[in-house]
């Protein structure tokens, strides 16, 4: 298949998809929900691909969230930005899935590196959540997936106070599983994602169902709140107030909101 928003390449039993917007933070956009969402369904119908690694294009970042550009002006689905799909589709894929994260993690691009099951990280990359500050949110993969990883405490911290979090500290935390120089990236994520091609596909694919059975109520959860988020986001005066202030690198004034 071919793809406006995305690379996909195979080396041998490893597949890799690249978000390739790399000019807009290589921010999901609907196409590129889209194309990540069906590139790794027809991942699961072939068997030449034992292992899945999502990274970013560019030097800077991995992917630093979502756009509505382009979508319907609408309550109704069509102005939804289908981001969910994109995550569910990692988690049914019967494949270990690595991120290999070449920069900027933040907003949704950090939910998706956590989405993914295993993380490596070059040593100046950097992960934040910053919802709140935009007065958007991400319940269900964003909240529940990281208080596994880091707990409740410190995931409350990221998503009320959205510090910077290097990946030294990322890994400290349990957020990631390994840091390496950032001119071995490249090298070692494939290096890592051969030796997982090398283990049984059949137990691989055993062994994540298991751990993703556990959350089976993170998607409903999710669809809600997303889907609530969306129809709503940008239209009220506290969303407009926080992305203007964000974007001016001000103060919000809560007086414009909060009543």
Not at 6 to 15: T, V
Not at 84 to 93: D, K
Not at 228 to 251: H, I
Request: aromatic residues 8%; contains cysteine; glycine residues 10%.
């Amino acid at each position: 298949m071919s793809f406006q928003t995305i690379f996909y390449a195979e080396d041998g039993p490893i597949g890799t998809i690249t978000l390739n917007r790399p000019d807009d933070g290589n921010m999901f956009n609907a196409t590129m929900c889209h194309e990540i969402r069906d590139c790794i369904n027809n991942i699961r119908r072939e068997t030449r691909t034992h292992v899945l690694v999502i990274t970013g294009a560019g030097e800077k970042f991995f992917c630093i969230g979502g756009r509505k550009d382009g979508m319907e002006d609408t309550m109704m689905y069509a102005g939804v930005l289908p981001t969910l799909e994109m995550y569910e589709s990692i988690e049914r894929l019967q494949k270990p899935v690595i991120a290999s994260v070449n920069g900027f993690a933040v907003g949704g691009g950090n939910v998706l590196q956590m989405v993914c099951d295993l993380t490596i990280a070059k040593a100046s990359a950097v992960f934040r959540q910053v919802g709140p500050m935009m007065g958007s949110f991400d319940a269900g993969y964003g909240t529940w997936y990281l208080e596994d990883l880091v707990g409740k405490k410190k995931a409350k911290e990221m998503w009320f106070h959205n510090p910077k979090i290097s990946s030294a500290e990322a890994l400290s935390l349990g957020l990631i599983n390994r840091v390496v120089p950032d001119d071995k990236l490249r090298a070692e994520t494939r290096q890592w994602a051969l030796e997982i091609a090398d283990r049984g596909s059949f137990a691989l694919a055993a062994v994540k169902a298991a751990f993703n059975a556990r959350h089976g109520g993170v998607a409903g959860l999710s669809r809600m709140a997303h889907d609530l988020l969306l129809r709503q986001y940008l239209d009220t005066d506290e969303s407009k107030e926080l992305s203007k202030s964000f974007a001016e690198r001000r103060k919000p004034d809560p007086s414009t909101f909060g009543h």
